[in-house]
């Protein structure tokens, strides 16, 4: 029983990573593509 409660917790905590990361992924994903729409601006200049 133990181990079944310790491997639904690690589960849990898992996931909440893989969600932060999801997050802090489409973060990134943003900046990249701001930082581009800048340069390609810039470019046109």
């Not at 802090?24 to 729409?37: G, H, I, M, R, S």
Request: charged fraction near 35%; hydrophobic fraction near 40%.
């Amino acid at each position: 029983m133990n181990k079944e409660i310790d491997a639904e917790k690690l589960v849990s905590k898992l996931l909440s990573k893989i969600a932060q990361l999801e997050l802090d992924n489409a973060k990134l994903t943003v900046l990249v593509e701001t930082y581009e729409q800048e340069n390609s601006k810039e470019v046109g200049k």
